[in-house]
Nanobody
């Protein structure tokens, strides 16, 4: 059964750090690009980052550039999102998603075919 399961969310103070994990099962993660999204209450879903399947190219939204780092460990079938210098406005549910096969991080939407259930990140003092 194909699944994406996020973990690592929690409560953190402004300026703190968290590392989210996206564990894949039921398919070989190395063959797919993977993205991270977030959605805060009352706001639209935002694509935060994406990592390609081939050369490991990474892409970031301007809102997180320089603070977040996406990486992948294909041997563990897992993608990570390292989040540093967290701000109040980073509070949201974070989701990982699989880019459809034969598409890439730079393909136009819609390009994601499977989603995880999300993990809550709360930045608060």
């Amino acid at each position: 059964q194909l699944q994406l399961v996020e973990s690592g969310g929690g409560l953190v103070q402004p300026g703190g750090s968290l590392r989210l994990s996206c564990a894949a099962s039921g398919f070989t993660l190395a063959y797919y690009a993977i993205g991270w999204f977030r959605q805060a209450p009352g706001k639209e879903r935002e694509e935060v980052s994406c990592i390609s399947r081939s050369d490991g190219s990474t892409y970031y939204a301007d809102s997180v550039k320089g603070r977040f780092t996406i990486s992948r460990a294909n041997i563990k079938n897992t993608v990570y999102l390292e989040m540093n210098s967290l701000k109040l406005e980073d509070t949201a549910v974070y989701y990982c998603a699989r880019v459809s096969q034969h598409l890439s991080c730079t393909s136009p939407t819609p390009k994601y075919d499977y989603w995880g259930q999300g993990t809550q990140v709360t930045v608060s003092s």
